[in-house]
């Protein structure tokens, strides 16, 4: 499973940084990222790294939020910097999980999802 944890009350112009860590019997971790979900919007991609470390950003925060990850610990980490009021949105993350088990492959995984962070910018 993954708990997520960083969210809060933020002013614009801010910073925050939501981490990610996942538990459990896991072979392998392949695509980790974060996605939201803003009021009345649907849920949207936000940043995305593989387990070789290539990135992708939506365009709305690409330059300002960094996706990193840490294999040997399983976590994900989003820092997002210039924060504005249209980051507001329950952060989720998200990972393609491997469990373990005999002649686990690609092929056994599914996506895992936290339970959901809020993040509110706000003067």
């Known amino acids: 499973q993954l708990q997520a944890s960083g969210g809060g009350l933020v002013q614009p112009g801010g910073s925050l940084r939501l981490s990610c860590a996942a538990s459990?019997?896991?072979?392998?971790?392949?695509?980790m990222g974060w996605y939201r979900r803003a009021p009345g919007r649907q849920r949207e991609l936000v940043a995305v790294?593989?387990?070789?470390?290539?990135?992708n950003y939506a365009g709305s925060v690409e330059g300002r939020f960094a996706v990193s990850r840490d294999n040997a610990k399983k976590t994900v980490i989003l820092q997002m910097n210039s924060l504005k009021p249209e980051d507001t949105a329950v952060y989720f993350c998200?990972?393609?999980?491997?469990?373990?088990?005999?002649?686990?492959?690609?092929?056994?995984?599914?996506?895992?999802w936290g339970q959901g962070t809020l993040v509110t910018v706000s003067s």
């Open positions: 790294i593989t387990k070789y470390g290539t990135t």
């Open positions: 998200n990972a393609y999980v491997v469990p373990n088990k005999p002649g686990a492959s690609v092929i056994d995984g599914y996506d895992s």
């Open positions: 459990g019997s896991i072979f392998d971790i392949y695509d």
